[in-house]
């Protein structure tokens, strides 16, 4: 359909709370008005529903090419879009790893037909392809994802001479995962001789510790204030670290930016016990200080933006011993609803959501026309109805891996409609797969 009539929609949009009806056309946003009167092909009753920009999610592991038994680019973004989500960015650690501009086209090429969300994809860097990296055009992809310390796959530059490189000749923007692998490899040797493999998951914050982390974050600030490279740390999982950041300059004018993960703000050590393998990420989830500490700093603004760092594995991956199961879980189907659950328990407000989710990750990425709601902008829309419930079950996760953390759990919000480059994509419960979504594409001017 070309064209979309939204009626009596609560709009949540740049610190906005108000009621308006939107017109869509052609995959733009044509009018924002309080009553607009244009004949459309589909008209959506919005009264008693929230309007918010879709989502932006600047970190998943969609796991295509290589390792679609856990998940693919087709069901992680149906699950996206289920969840609020109009547009990701897809990290490196595929297999094989996207480490050359050939790789990284595939990717785009297998998105372009099967991704229900918009999409973008990060080109990785390794100990020895800075030529490859150099090759990325800033207009067309997301950015350069550095791991500096192992999470998954073989993609670790722990050789200094190579970072200076890449931070100092790299234009766009970096990303980068940052845990120390040396603290890591030590704590790993002292734990092992003393529990041998009887290391549980409890264990995990303390292995890959909070030093782990710091030690790495404040490198890279420190290459990154050396260099004046636009650096971007992804999933900030201790209170430390988020003294690394600033909240007195704004977004658009940050060389040094950070990244809070869904998983990291709302799970704490307490929750292993009960969750186990279910809540072994990389970084840690840690204490309950630290995710106090982290939501503070999302608040104050020294944390800009929220994601989720989905990364599925199969059951019985992370069904295995501590030391075998896999880092990662499913979480795009939920990332939205965690957070307006966080809304309902008056921790963050309905503005602040949309700007961590929409508003800043379009700014922090220099997206071209994406994550407002704004006449002339794509129309990346999602409709909420914060008085019905949900309660997650193995019967209405999307994710292929059919598990989640929060099963059990019952949100007080429930996503209605998803639009997504003026596509219906999703509503009440059903999808339309007629229409992938779309590239994304950036300004360059870093």
């Not at 019985?316 to 957070?339: D, F, I, N, R, T």
């Amino acid at each position: 359909m070309s064209s979309i009539l939204i009626k009596a929609a609560t709009i949540v949009n740049e610190d906005r709370i108000f009621a308006s009806d939107v017109f869509i056309k052609d995959g733009f946003i044509e009018q924002i008005a309080p009553s607009v009167n244009i004949k459309a092909d589909k008209e959506i009753n919005a009264e008693g529903l929230h309007l918010l920009p879709g989502c932006i999610d600047d970190q998943v592991h969609f796991r295509e090419p290589g390792l679609t038994h856990k998940a693919d680019i087709f069901s992680e973004s149906r699950a996206a879009v289920a969840g609020g989500i109009t547009s990701f960015m897809e990290m490196p650690n595929t297999v094989p790893n996207t480490v050359t501009q050939e790789l990284l086209e595939e990717k785009y090429s297998i998105a372009a037909k099967k991704s229900l969300a918009n999409y973008s994809f990060f080109m990785g860097a390794t100990n020895d392809n800075l030529e490859e990296v150099l090759k990325t055009d800033p207009e067309r992809v997301c950015g350069i994802k550095i791991f500096m310390g192992s999470s998954t796959g073989n993609m670790l530059v722990d050789n200094e001479k190579t970072l200076e490189s890449i931070f100092s000749k790299t234009p766009m923007l970096i990303a980068t995962h940052c845990e120390d692998e040396e603290t890591i490899r030590r704590n790993m040797e002292i734990f092992k001789e003393r529990y041998v493999e009887n290391i549980s998951p409890e264990m995990h914050p303390l292995i890959r510790s909070a030093e782990a982390c710091y030690k790495s974050s404040s490198f890279a600030v420190e290459l990154a204030k050396k260099h004046n490279t636009r650096l971007h740390i992804l999933h900030i999982s201790t209170g430390k670290e988020t003294e690394l950041f600033t909240n007195t300059i704004p977004l658009q004018d940050k060389r040094i930016t950070a990244e809070a993960c869904i998983h990291h703000l709302w799970f704490s050590d307490e929750d292993y016990q009960e969750k186990g393998n279910w809540i072994k990420w990389n970084p840690a989830v840690k204490t309950a200080a630290d995710r106090d500490a982290i939501l503070k700093a999302v608040i104050n603004g020294s944390i800009d933006v929220i994601a989720t760092d989905h990364a599925p594995h199969t059951i019985e991956e992370k069904s295995k011993s501590y030391l075998q199961a896999p880092s990662g879980g499913p979480l795009v189907q939920h990332a939205l609803l965690a957070m307006l659950q966080f809304y309902h328990q008056e921790k963050l407000s309905l503005q602040q959501i949309v700007e961590k989710m929409a508003h800043n990750p379009s700014i922090c990425f220099k997206l071209k026309q994406r994550g407002f709601i704004r006449e002339g902008y794509y129309a990346d829309i999602v409709l909420a109805d914060l008085n019905q419930q949900v309660k997650v079950s193995k019967e209405n996760i999307l994710s292929k891996c059919r598990w989640s953390p929060f099963e059990g759990y019952t949100f007080d919000s429930r996503i209605t409609h998803t639009i997504v480059s003026g596509h219906l994509a999703y509503e009440n419960g059903q999808f339309n797969d007629s229409k992938p979504g779309e590239r994304l594409m950036f300004h360059s001017n870093y």
